[in-house]
Each structure stands twice: as structure tokens, then as C-alpha cells.
């Protein structure tokens, strides 16, 4: 993995979902977004304006749940990841 988080972002591994719950199986334009996966990286934290550094409250290897349309889409070899604010991320598996 080349890349490494800045700040307050989060890259996570999108779980993909190829089959509806009956089984009939989607092509890619037909798909929904994902709004589950796992972390991969993690930011430093947050820095508030006092510049005092809070940590995250998430660590790579956490399984969450994020906006629908949240992050961006990069790509590191030939794998595809998002790019998230902490922000975007809603809740994680406890």
C-alpha cells in the first residue's frame, strides 16, 4: 500500500455486492453503491484549532458503515478504495 491518509481521512475496502437478497445477480450499472467495508489506513487525527491533535475513533481492520455518496475513488494497483472524511463515516461494527 503507497498511500497514506492525512488529517482526519479514512481509506477504506468497500464490501461488494454482486447479488440482490433473492440472487439475481447485477451488472456493474445496475449496482448500488456500497455503504459498508473495511479500513484499510487512517489519518493522524483531527486538529482542532487550539492545535491540540485528537486521535480518531477508528483504526485500520474496523468494519463500517459510511454515506452513500461519500469519499473519493482512487485506485492503488488494481485495487479500488475510497478516500473518506471522518465525517462521512456513520458507525462501525462494535
Avoid: C, W
Wanted: proline share 4%; net charge negative.
Amino acid at each position: 500500500m503507497a498511500l497514506k491518509m492525512l488529517g482526519d481521512h479514512v481509506l477504506v475496502k468497500a464490501d461488494p455486492e454482486e447479488t440482490t437478497r433473492g440472487g439475481i445477480l447485477l451488472p456493474d450499472t445496475a449496482r448500488e453503491k456500497p455503504q459498508r467495508g473495511t479500513i484499510v489506513a487512517v489519518g493522524e487525527g483531527r486538529r482542532l484549532d487550539n492545535g491540540k491533535l485528537v486521535p480518531l475513533e477508528v483504526k485500520a481492520g474496523d468494519r463500517v458503515i459510511f454515506s452513500k455518496y461519500g469519499g473519493t475513488e482512487v485506485k492503488d494497483g488494481d485495487q479500488e478504495y475510497l478516500v473518506l472524511g471522518i465525517d462521512s463515516v456513520l458507525a462501525k461494527d462494535a
